[in-house]
């Protein structure tokens, strides 16, 4: 079953330049694109008026299974840039945010449990 989440980077790399960085890692990752569907949408929660930097990583995923290949993703992006270890995201659907700080393989499980629950939006 498809799944449809938003991913938003926050805390240390938090606005324009941190989504921008991400979803240009994950769409060049081969793994990623086998995965799942990666697209830049504005922010619907940000405030009118606000001038770009308010952007969300859409997400679509053949089932939640494959959410850990999304995550492996960010934790290689995050690895990657030195000293950004207060980056974080947060998985966004509606009526949940689910703050990510790190990708141990316990935490990919209790997510992808928590992404199945609500399956299929």
Known sequence: MVTRF???????????????????WL???????????VRMIP???APTGSMGGLELIDVV???AGTIGT???G????????????????????PG???????????RVAEIVREL???DGF
């Open 6 to 24: 938003q991913l938003a980077v926050i805390g240390a790399d938090a606005g324009e330049h941190g989504s921008s960085s991400l979803y240009q």
């Open 27 to 37: 769409e060049q990752d081969p793994a990623v694109a086998r995965a799942a569907t």
């Open 43 to 45: 922010d619907p929660d």
């Open 61 to 63: 995923v053949r089932d």
């Open 70 to 72: 999304v995550l492996l």
């Open 74 to 93: 960010y934790l290689n992006w995050r690895l990657a840039r030195a000293g950004r270890d207060r980056t974080e995201i947060e998985i966004i659907r």
């Open 96 to 106: 949940e945010r689910i703050v990510i700080k790190d990708v141990s393989p316990e």
């Open 116 to 118: 199945e629950i609500g």
